[in-house]
């Protein structure tokens, strides 16, 4: 969903040690970038698009446990917001294992989430397992794609990110029609089942995100690594040494008769000296899996905590705030509208075309649309970011109001049309802080998306558990939504009045 942080750019390499300014290689733009678009789109479709489809679970989920909507909802919330959340923090792991071993691991930890989660006995499980694992590795799987899109692009880099953002937008389509029918063919249980299945392919997404290294030639690892063995170890010239020398001595006069007890003299030796080699190993690993830590802590730590000025630009810290209240007014449809459609008895027509579909569909429309009309010299992205974010508070509050399955469609049209500013917030972000803070705010931003995100939907819940009605959690939303816009603009204002009056302090003083 995010061209976000797709466009920042970081500049991680696959190995740490191996961390160079990028220069021209042939697969920048072409060759094998192209493949990185591949993958980062399916880990879109398989991330981002199943947990827009979560809504689908969130229905069997409340007819399975019994819960109340505001608890239930927090199983998703989790899972998306610590996707987002943990973004920050996966630096980390670029730093130490590189971007590939990174995103085969989420991988792995994603797929183990879903099929725990089919075992759950109540709800509270589900935070555990879906929750926090799932979503955990969903956030190292997620961004390694994002930031190994930037690594392999230049020129074109805004292409590549835009269509491997709208890998989001095709998954949540795919998704809801896909969960729909296992659930309704195999239960909710087997579907996490096989859709625990399906996530392994983001280790097969993570597999193809080869490190973009100028120079190293792939044939010859043990000239260019010095931490390969060759293939004679030690352990190997050690005992051809000492079979030579036994050798030696049974051509010996008077040593033949000791041939048959050389076996029982050599054994114990070579134990030993296997015993030493591997001990060395063991020590040398650890030594080195220290370095590597210690050098991505270091580097991590300096990334993001490094950067405290950024505090100080109020412009920002206004972004901040308006990124807190933003993204649940996208997430809060999502989650809850399947069960408004069986609320307003809609089911029929939903099962047909989901809601949640049109929203999906029509946000891949949007994020193409307003990136060419933001990309017009005679348009501010300002002024389209601000219209965008205006038209989607407004199909929040016209949302309730609609309780008809037309309405609904145009309303969810408006909501997925005007959410693809997402694709303009790297421009606003850089317009902001500059490029060279560029990395380290967005992922302050996507951390704040990520708050959102994780307290917006069991919001939503809550108040319907108080007041019966959806139509208040949605008011409300959009209400902090509204306080979050005019934050924006307000800033510019005050830096104009500030401006002002220094102007005239100093004409004053003059």
């Given amino acids: 969903m995010y061209t976000s942080h797709e466009d920042i750019g970081y500049d991680f390499e696959d190995d740490p040690k191996d961390k160079k300014t990028l220069k021209p290689h042939p697969d920048i733009d072409g060759g094998w970038a192209w493949m990185m678009v591949l993958s980062s789109f399916f880990v879109h479709v398989l991330i981002m698009g199943s947990q827009m489809a979560l809504g689908v679970l969130n229905v069997e989920w409340l007819e399975e446990f019994h819960q109340s909507r505001g608890l239930t ?6 899972s998306m917001g610590i996707t987002l959340i943990v973004g920050p923090f996966i630096g980390f792991f670029f730093n130490t294992c590189g971007c590939r071993r990174t995103a085969i691991v989420g991988g792995l930890v994603n797929s183990l989430g879903w099929v725990l989660s089919a075992y759950a006995t109540n709800v509270h499980y589900l935070f555990v397992t879906f929750g926090v694992a799932a979503g955990f590795g969903s956030g190292m799987a997620y961004l390694p ?18 269509l491997s953002t709208t890998g989001t937008g095709f998954g949540a389509f795919l998704m809801t029609v896909l969960l729909k029918y296992l659930c309704a063919e195999y239960g909710w249980r087997n579907a996490m089942l096989i859709q625990g299945a399906v996530s392994l392919n983001l280790c097969a997404c993570g597999a193809l995100m080869r490190p973009l290294s100028p120079g190293t030639d792939a044939n010859t690892p043990a000239e260019k690594d010095p931490n390969v063995l060759p293939a004679h170890s030690t352990e190997s010239v050690t005992s051809e040494g000492q079979r030579a020398r036994a050798d030696e001595k049974d051509d010996r006069p008077g040593h033949e008769e000791s041939r048959g007890d050389l076996p029982a003299q050599e054994y114990p030796e070579q134990a030993r000296h296997r015993k030493n080699l591997g001990a060395f190993r063991v020590l040398k690993t650890a030594s080195q899996l220290t370095v590597r830590v210690r050098r991505g802590f270091r580097d991590w730590y300096s990334g993001y905590f490094g950067t405290a000025s950024l505090f100080t630009n109020r ?13 649940s007014s996208f997430v809060i449809p999502f989650i809850h509208l399947p069960e ?22 029509v946000h891949i429309l949007g994020k193409v649309v307003l990136g060419i009309v933001a990309d017009s010299p005679c348009i501010s992205v ?29 309303i969810c049209a408006l909501i997925g049309f005007s959410s693809g500013y997402f694709s303009l917030m790297p421009v ?44 208040f959690s949605f008011y409300i939303s959009g209400l902090l939504y509204m306080v979050g816009i005019l934050f924006l603009l307000i800033q510019p204002c005050i830096r104009i009045i500030e401006q002002s009056r220094r102007k005239y302090m100093g004409g004053a003083h003059v």
């Avoid at 909802?73 to 989790?78: E, F, I, Q, R, T």
């Avoid at 794609?145 to 292409?159: I, W």
């Avoid at 219209?387 to 609609?402: D, E």
Wanted: charged share 10%; aromatic share 16%.
């Fill in 73 to 78: 909802a927090w199983v998703s919330s989790l």
């Fill in 145 to 162: 794609a994002v930031v190994m899109v930037g690594r392999y692009f230049q020129k074109r880099r805004a292409l590549a990110q835009g």
């Fill in 315 to 327: 412009m920002f810290v206004a972004f901040i705030f308006w990124a807190l209240f933003a993204y």
């Fill in 340 to 361: 408004i459609v069986n609320l307003y008895h809609l089911s029929e027509q939903n099962d047909v075309f989901p809601l949640t579909s049109i929203i999906a569909i």
């Fill in 382 to 410: 300002w002024n389209v970011f601000l219209m965008a974010n205006f038209t989607l508070v407004l199909s929040i509050f016209i949302l309730p109001l609609t309780h008809t399955y037309a309405g609904l469609a145009v």
């Fill in 428 to 471: 606003v972000t850089e317009d902001l802080v500059g490029i060279e803070h560029l990395a380290n705010a967005y992922g302050i931003i996507i951390c704040a998306n990520g708050i959102s995100a994780l307290l917006g939907p069991p919001f939503a819940g809550w108040i319907y558990d108080i007041t019966q009605k959806y139509d």
